[in-house]
T-cell receptor, first 116, second 109 residues
Framework: GAGVSQSPRYKVTKRGQDVALRCDPISGHVSLYWYRQALGQGPEFLTYFNYEAQQDKSGLPNDRFSAERPEGSISTLTIQRTEQRDSAMYRC??????????????FGEGSWLTVV | GQSLEQPSEVTAVEGAIVQINCTYQTSGFYGLSWYQQHDGGAPTFLSYNALDGLEETGRFSSFLSRSDSYGYLLLQELQMKDSASYFCADSGGYQKVTFGTGTKLQVIP
């Protein structure tokens, strides 16, 4: 697609429910990133993929968070047994992954998650 | 771990010049990027420094000194629309991109 597309844009869920956030990166982009951003803060790294391989998941807060990108394109971030502290903007980004381009990453509009 | 530190807030007058600093401690450093984020929007790419020195893109310039683990973003002829948050990020290659703490720039008349 023309840009990084995320869905849903807004999600309200009850504490304890599972949520799945979807990201469709820019076509042909090798690298896909998930970030979490609280109000007034910078994007906090969660995990990233090159193709279908999850290269680094060190930013995932705990084992309730997981991500996959099975075919190297669309990715899903899943949060199980949500808690109120999970409420945040979840941003997906993608890039060509090429060093000579500075690895410019392109962000989606984000999924705003509210856990009540 | 990776850390990139920035001043939290900067205020400057319309038409002036402002410099936003970034000091970093990272492993596997490739280069330094800068992103702009308006309230309610997504971060968007501004510039990238792979090598030491100054890169100029219109009113915006970015500088990197690897030996000092330091970089800055220079904004000239400030406009009201430049009011936004600015983030430095270490980036390059097939690896994770870590963002700085962010600087909220307020441009006043």
């Amino acid at each position: 697609g023309a840009g990084v597309s995320q869905s849903p844009r807004y999600k309200v869920t009850k504490r304890g429910q599972d949520v799945a956030l979807r990201c469709d990166p820019i076509s042909g982009h090798v690298s896909l990133y998930w970030y979490r951003q609280a109000l007034g803060q910078g994007p906090e790294f969660l995990t990233y993929f090159n193709y279908e391989a999850q290269q680094d998941k060190s930013g995932l807060p705990n084992d309730r968070f997981s991500a996959e990108r099975p075919e190297g394109s669309i990715s899903t971030l899943t949060i199980q047994r949500t808690e109120q502290r999970d409420s945040a903007m979840y941003r997906c980004a993608s890039s060509t992954g090429q060093a000579n381009s500075g690895n410019t990453i392109y962000f989606g509009e984000g999924s705003w998650l509210t856990v009540v | 771990g990776q850390s990139l530190e920035q001043p939290s807030e900067v205020t400057a007058v319309e038409g002036a010049i402002v410099q936003i600093n970034c000091t970093y401690q990272t492993s596997g450093f490739y280069g330094l990027s800068w992103y702009q984020q308006h309230d309610g929007g997504a971060p968007t790419f501004l510039s990238y420094n792979a090598l030491d020195g100054l890169e100029e893109t219109g009113r915006f310039s970015s500088f990197l000194s690897r030996s000092d683990s330091y970089g800055y973003l220079l904004l000239q002829e400030l406009q009201m629309k430049d009011s936004a948050s600015y983030f430095c990020a270490d980036s390059g290659g097939y690896q994770k991109v870590t963002f700085g703490t962010g600087t909220k720039l307020q441009v006043i008349p």
